[in-house]
């Protein structure tokens, strides 16, 4: 089983910045795809950013697209989600989430995926 811890969030004003960590333990994450999705309240869980772990494929949500960054440590079983640019819209809680890399295709969906964290909750005020 692989578990995954989600830290990093917090509250932050419009256009500030905020860097997501996912540490990873239990099994190497060698074989696994990992992502970022978000939920925030009354609406569905979405697609934020995902890679290929043992890899150098991404693929980001348009919403996020060029405001975000996903990358990994791999000394540190550590994956990253940098914010920047944050808005209003971007609050909501974030999930670290793992699945195999064998089944990995571009911009998965959230129920894809078979261990997720905690969550960690983001906010951004105006």
């Known amino acids: 089983q692989v578990q995954l811890v989600e830290s990093g969030g917090g509250l932050v004003q419009a256009g500030g910045s905020l860097r997501l960590s996912c540490a990873a333990s239990g099994r190497t994450l060698s074989s696994y795809a990992m992502g970022w999705f978000r939920q925030a309240p009354g609406k569905e869980r979405e697609f934020v950013a995902a890679?290929?772990?043992?890899?150098?494929?991404?693929d980001y949500a348009d919403s996020v697209k060029g405001r975000f960054t996903i990358s990994r440590d791999n000394v540190k079983s550590t994956v990253y989600l940098q914010m920047n640019s944050l808005k209003p819209e971007d609050t909501a809680v974030y999930y670290c989430a793992a699945k195999w890399a064998t089944y990995y295709n571009n911009y998965d969906p959230w129920h894809t995926y078979d261990y997720w964290g905690q969550g960690t909750q983001v906010t951004v005020s105006s």
């Open positions: 890679m290929r772990y043992s890899g150098s494929n991404t």
